[in-house]
């Protein structure tokens, strides 16, 4: 059974940068499209980006040129950094994974990053 | 982007009663090379991720019961829930996966009246 988890900080300071690692279980990393996604106390879903396991990546153009996610095939490790973060960027992020017939059909337990000084 | 809109916000419905939710996209999600709406269904229990129910718009996911069901086509799609169970109590998202930014409706949350 695959399992995705989430690991970093849970608090960072305005204009800082959040960095989170999602690390894959009990299957391969290779050949999916993985996600980060997220969600504000009690709102709506929102695609951040994706990575391919070939390093081809894709961004939601609303965070413009804040966010950057890599993956490391040897760690079974993929990761998301989104710089001068604001109290806007409060939410729970998700990692998760692109299904080939499409949609996300694993995602992790999600992680709740404040954003506060 | 292509902009996807629910309806209704929330909704009760009795144990055993059908549940209807809808999802309109701005721009039809229907790809013209392999004629497959590009259209996906969530359930999202209080405190846990969203699992996915429904992708091609109407292909169940492994190991969802079958009174779960989806329809539709270019813009319009339709989730039912043919009789509403206790454990179906959720927020039900639909997402379009057709083209990026993939855009998912901002939720319909399920009661039991």
Not at chain 1, 14 to 27: D, K, Q, V, Y
Not at chain 1, 55 to 79: A, C
Not at chain 2, 62 to 80: C, K, M, W, Y
Request: glycine share 8%.
């Amino acid at each position: 059974q695959v399992q995705l988890q989430e690991s970093g900080p849970r608090l960072v300071k305005p204009s800082e940068t959040l960095s989170l690692t999602c690390t894959i279980s009990g299957g391969s990393i290779s050949n999916y499209y993985w996600s980060w996604i997220r969600q504000p106390p009690g709102g709506e879903l929102e695609w951040i980006g994706y990575v391919y396991t070939l390093g081809t990546t894709n961004y939601n153009p609303s965070l413009k040129n804040r966010v950057t996610i890599l993956v490391d095939t040897s760690k079974d490790q993929f990761s998301l950094s989104l710089t001068s973060v604001t109290t806007a960027d409060t939410a729970v992020y998700y990692c998760a994974r692109g299904a080939r017939v499409g949609g996300f059909d694993y995602w992790g337990q999600g992680t709740l990053v404040t954003v506060s000084s | 982007d292509i902009v996807v809109t629910q309806s209704p916000d929330s909704l009760a419905v009795s144990l055993g009663e059908r549940a209807t939710i809808n999802c309109k996209s701005s721009q039809s999600v229907l790809h013209n090379l392999n004629n497959k709406n590009y259209l996906a269904w969530y359930q999202q229990k209080a405190g846990q991720p969203p699992k996915l129910l429904m992708y091609w718009a109407s292909n169940r996911e492994s190991g969802v019961p079958d009174r779960f069901s989806g329809s539709g086509s270019g813009t319009d799609f339709t989730l039912t829930v043919s009789s509403l169970q206790a454990e179906d109590v959720a927020v039900y998202y639909c997402q379009q996966y057709l083209s990026t930014p993939w855009t998912f409706g901002q939720g319909t949350k399920v009661e039991i009246k």
